[in-house]
């Protein structure tokens, strides 16, 4: 390999490798599930150890058995599938970890006071708990 496409292979972040390795759907899969992890160049000689390591053992797993619609399916709905897409897709997840906690973080008093209020006798009297042992199953509180 020449010095010149070898530092442009070693400036490639790992996602960016693993999706010139597996190119199709297979690798775009294993990217979307552990692109967080990925998304950095091999910066040291373990690293790369490791990601030859990874190489070596995505090479060797046996093929999936995936009917072959189901295969059609997943390379049509994820062929603009790349490395920008998929930054995104992490980035939003982040996101909407954040908003959670956020709307968690404001609303902890309301929601304690829910709660509370499930616990309460005016709750169970409106809802009329039934457990099997197994499940809860709620009857509304109707009229006879």
Partial sequence: MSAELQAVEQGKTILDRLLSAFPGYYGRF???HFARF???????????????????FLDAVPALDIPKELEDYMTAYTSGIGTDQISDMLDAVKN????QTLFLQNNAEMLESYLQFKK?????KFFRLQTDGTSAHIQ????V
């Fill in 30 to 32: 294993v990217c979307m």
């Fill in 38 to 56: 990925l998304n950095e160049p091999i910066q040291s000689p373990a690293q790369q150890a490791a990601y030859e390591t990874v190489l070596s």
């Fill in 96 to 99: 909407h970890m954040k908003i």
């Fill in 120 to 124: 309460s006798a005016a709750y169970k």
């Fill in 140 to 143: 509304s509180h109707q009229r």
